[in-house]
């Protein structure tokens, strides 16, 4: 039972053109959400998150919102850049969890220059 | 700062051997994980540490061990090693309470 999916395993755009990666959960006590970042033969790293009582948060070019009542979120890179290329997990977990994440399956983008 | 160390780096083994999966953190965090990542499956949790002293089972914790040996250092035993163990496992580190991890850069292990 996949609590979090990332249903497109990769997504390609144009330097300079707006990024958008689709997340979907299905738990509702699901309250703090996040996007981590991964290069090949790193470990992920985190980017940016998101409680459940806001629908927006923002961060430089990154901007994640919310739709609680879709249980979807999205993170949106404007503008991209090619050094954002790399796989994108969404991360989700319950209240009072810590780091017990539960992660989607992760999207991989590809920014051309 | 070194951040999340794990060692080794690449491991090979046979069906049966068991090895033990080294990681130390120097942020002084509370909390450790290990994760596994499988292709299309995400990181999957096997186990963590809220606290020194502490350890509990995550989502995957069959075939799996772990030791909270001190607050730095938090290893990942495979006793007899299966090839649905294959993978490649992180461990991470956080502040109690916040689900922003830092990762180690990963230990990839095959069973053959």
């Known amino acids: 039972d996949q609590q979090v999916k990332q249903n497109s395993p990769s997504l390609s755009v144009q330097e300079g053109r707006i990024s958008i990666l689709n997340c979907d959960y299905t738990?509702?006590?699901?309250?703090?959400f996040l996007w981590y970042k991964k290069y090949p033969a790193e470990g992920p790293t985190f980017l940016i998150s998101?409680?459940?009582?806001?629908d927006k948060n923002e961060d430089g070019r990154f901007t994640v919102f919310l739709n609680k009542s879709a249980k979807h979120l999205s993170l949106h890179i404007v503008p991209s850049q090619p050094g954002d290329s790399a796989v994108y997990f969404c991360?989700?977990?319950?209240?009072?969890?810590?780091?017990?994440?539960?992660f989607g399956q992760g999207t991989e983008l590809s920014v051309k220059p | 700062n070194a951040g999340v160390t794990q060692t080794p780096k690449f491991q090979v083994l046979k069906t049966g051997q068991s090895m033990t999966l080294q990681c130390a953190q120097d942020?002084?965090?509370?909390?450790m994980y290990w994760y596994r990542q499988d292709p299309g499956m995400g990181l999957r949790l096997i186990y963590y540490?809220?606290?020194?002293?502490?350890?509990d089972k995550g989502e995957v914790p069959n075939g799996y061990n772990v030791s909270r040996l001190n607050k730095r250092e938090f290893s990942l035993r495979l006793e007899s090693a299966a090839p649905s163990q294959t993978s490649v496992y992180f461990c991470?580190?956080?502040?109690?309470?916040?689900?922003?991890?830092?990762f180690g850069e990963g230990s990839r292990l095959t069973v053959l």
């Open positions: 991470a580190s956080s502040e109690s309470n916040t689900g922003e991890l830092f």
């Open positions: 991360a989700a977990r319950r209240y009072n969890q810590g780091g017990k994440l539960i």
């Open positions: 540490s809220a606290s020194e002293g502490t350890t």
């Open positions: 738990n509702s006590m699901f309250d703090y």
């Open positions: 942020m002084n965090h509370n909390s």
């Open positions: 998101i409680s459940s009582i806001k």
